[in-house]
């Protein structure tokens, strides 16, 4: 089973797809863990990358497909994959077609987890970090016991910039610009599948779950 998984910010993405990974034992392949793994181990693709990310460039689509390649070869592949984070562009998504027909593989499924904005600004916006340990809190969903206080150090809570309102809405805006011509590409090859992503964790992943079991 080959998933591509897309998700706005706060849209839960990443606690669905580690479920998948692990009903199902198919990795999650995240491009900018490949990436950064690829560069540690200085492979001649993740060399070619380190070059673009020390000038603080974007590492171009080639090099970020051929990344993606090697990854789906190794044999934790053989029974599927889920893509978190690529493809981000119709240049990778034609570029990924391309790569996985070469392999004798293609796209089950494009999950795209859908979340009404206001809920997702609600979600991002009201989450709180320990300045001392780091903890996290959100006010809504896992409040402190005292406002503003850390349950475990007794530190202040405070909100991280990019957990400020305005920051959120310049995230899902792009978020947005990106990913509605990736959409409309996968929802005219007949791959996309929109799933309800509000609700108990359970009864998302349940949904998805029904999705791609054909239930």
Do not use: W
Not at 158 to 163: A, C, F, L, M, V
């Amino acid at each position: 089973m080959n998933l591509i998984f897309l998700g706005p910010p706060g849209s839960g993405k990443g606690t669905q797809a580690k479920m998948l990974v692990d009903k199902y034992g198919i990795p999650q392949i995240s491009t900018g863990d490949i990436l950064r793994e690829a560069v540690k181990e200085g492979t001649p693709l993740g060399k070619e990358a380190k070059k673009y990310m020390d000038e603080g460039k974007l590492v171009p689509d080639e090099v970020v497909v051929g990344i993606v390649r090697e990854r789906l070869k190794e044999p934790d592949c053989t029974k599927g994959f889920i893509l978190d984070g690529f493809p981000r562009t119709i240049p990778q998504a034609e570029a990924l077609d391309k790569t996985l027909q070469e392999m004798g593989k293609g796209i089950d499924h494009v999950l795209s987890l859908e979340v009404d904005r206001e809920e997702l600004v609600r979600r991002l916006s009201g989450r709180r970090t320990c300045k001392k340990c780091g903890a996290m809190y959100h006010i809504i969903f896992d409040p402190p016991k005292k406002d503003g206080v850390c349950d475990r150090c007794g530190g202040e809570l405070y909100q991280r910039d990019d957990d400020k309102e305005e920051t959120i809405r310049e995230r899902l805006r792009v978020y947005e610009e990106q990913t509605a011509p990736l959409i409309e590409y996968y929802r005219k090859k007949g791959l996309l599948r929109p799933i309800d992503g509000v609700g108990k964790i359970e009864e998302i992943f349940a949904r998805i779950r029904e999705t791609i079991e054909g239930k």
